[in-house]
């Protein structure tokens, strides 16, 4: 799955910032996608995630500040992120984790795309 996302930049805190991330290539069965963010010397941490079933999750950061959805038709998932804070500058990831039957045989995997810059200055 190659996934492509978008809609990272420079904000003041306060404002707000949209990402999206289509997926696209061969694609088996989405089963969820996600966004992660990762700062220097951290490690990659999920922000927010929803199953294509519309459940999601999110990290207590940013519970109520940001806002996942997803287009199924398109294989495209955004996040909303309101009252952003220098605390959420990082790279923001998207992710998809799929599943295919081949064989017979159930195969799961999950792949990631480039990062988008979000920077939130004070």
């Known amino acids: 799955v190659q996934l492509q996302a978008c809609g990272g930049g420079l904000v003041q805190a306060g404002g707000s910032l949209r990402l999206s991330c289509a997926a696209s290539?061969?694609?088996?069965?989405?089963?969820?996608m996600g966004w992660y963010r990762q700062t220097p010397g951290k490690e990659r941490a999920l922000v927010a995630s929803?199953?294509?079933?519309?459940?999601?999750i999110y990290a207590d950061s940013v519970k109520g500040r940001f806002t996942i959805s997803r287009d199924n038709a398109k294989n495209t998932v955004y996040l909303q992120m309101n009252s952003l804070k220098p605390k959420d500058t990082a790279d923001y990831y998207c992710?998809?984790?799929?599943?295919?039957?081949?064989?017979?045989?159930?195969?799961?995997?999950?792949?990631w795309g480039q990062g988008t810059q979000v920077t939130v200055s004070s």
């Open positions: 290539g061969s694609i088996p069965k989405i089963t969820a």
């Open positions: 929803i199953v294509f079933g519309g459940s999601s």
């Open positions: 992710s998809a984790d799929w599943m295919q039957i081949t064989g017979g045989e159930e195969i799961f995997g999950k792949d």
